[in-house]
C-alpha cells in the first residue's frame, strides 16, 4: 500500500501527474474509509506498462476481545477457529489477535483487516460471531465485503449456535459495551445542556444590554 507520494516516486512521475491520472480515471487511487487514497502494487503495475500479478487472495480468522482480563477467552477462541477451520478444510494465510472493545472501530488491526479487504486481497474473513468482528455496522461491513470479492464466514452462525451458547465473558463484554453506549449518549446530553445553559445565559445577557455592540 501506498501513499500517492510514495506511489509518485515509485514509477518516476510527480505527484500532479498522479493526481491528473486520478480524476481522468486513467490510474484511479483507491481510498481508505477516511477519504485517504492509497496506490497498491498492481497500480504500480499498470502504470509501468506492465500485466497484472495473479494475486493470491488471502484468508484470515480475526479473533478479538474487549480487555486484557480476557486473555483466556481469546486464546480459547483462537482454538476453536482453528479447529472450525480444520473442519470446513480451510487453510487460514494469517489468525489475527486483538484486543479492544467492539464500538471501537479505530482498532489498529481490524482497520488493516478492512483495507485489506478493500484492496480485493482478501477471499475469507473467518470469525466466531458477528460481533468479533464489529458490534454494530456488520451488514455494512459485510457489503462491503461481497462488493469487493470477500466473503465473511460467521463460525457461530453456521454451527447454528445461538446468543445464549456465549461464555459469561462474552455477555459481560456486551454489558461493557452497552454501559460504554450509555455513557457516550450521557456525555453528548451533558454537553447539549451545557451548550443550552450558555445560549440562555447570551440571551438574558443581550436582553439587559439592548444596546450592546455586535461583535
Not at 479505530?106 to 478492512?114: A, E, G, H, P, V
Amino acid at each position: 500500500m501506498y501513499k500517492i507520494g510514495e506511489f509518485a516516486r515509485k514509477i518516476g512521475v510527480s505527484v500532479k501527474t498522479v493526481q491528473r491520472w486520478d480524476k481522468s480515471g486513467k490510474i484511479p487511487a483507491r481510498r481508505t474509509l477516511s477519504g485517504y487514497r492509497y496506490y497498491t502494487e498492481e497500480d504500480v503495475r499498470l502504470a509501468q506498462g506492465l500485466e497484472p500479478l495473479e494475486q493470491d487472495r488471502k484468508t484470515i480468522v480475526y479473533c478479538r476481545v474487549s480487555s486484557s482480563g480476557q486473555k483466556p477467552e481469546l486464546i480459547n477462541q483462537v482454538a476453536a477457529m482453528s479447529e472450525y477451520c480444520s473442519s470446513r478444510g480451510i487453510t487460514p494465510d494469517e489468525i489475527i489477535t486483538e484486543i479492544g472493545g467492539g464500538l471501537n472501530f479505530k482498532r489498529k488491526k481490524f482497520l488493516n483487516t478492512i483495507f485489506l479487504m478493500l484492496a480485493g486481497e482478501l477471499d475469507f474473513i473467518v470469525v466466531a460471531h458477528k460481533d468479533r468482528l464489529c458490534r454494530f455496522a456488520f451488514e455494512f461491513i459485510e457489503e462491503l465485503a461481497t462488493a469487493n470479492g470477500c466473503e465473511i464466514l460467521v463460525a457461530n452462525q453456521e454451527l447454528g449456535g445461538e446468543p445464549a451458547q456465549q461464555s459469561t465473558s462474552a455477555q459481560e463484554e456486551l454489558v461493557e459495551d452497552l454501559l460504554a453506549v450509555v455513557h457516550c449518549f450521557s456525555c453528548r446530553l451533558y454537553g447539549l445542556r451545557s451548550y443550552t445553559k450558555k445560549v440562555r445565559a447570551k440571551i438574558v445577557e443581550t436582553l439587559d444590554n439592548p444596546r450592546q455592540k455586535e461583535v
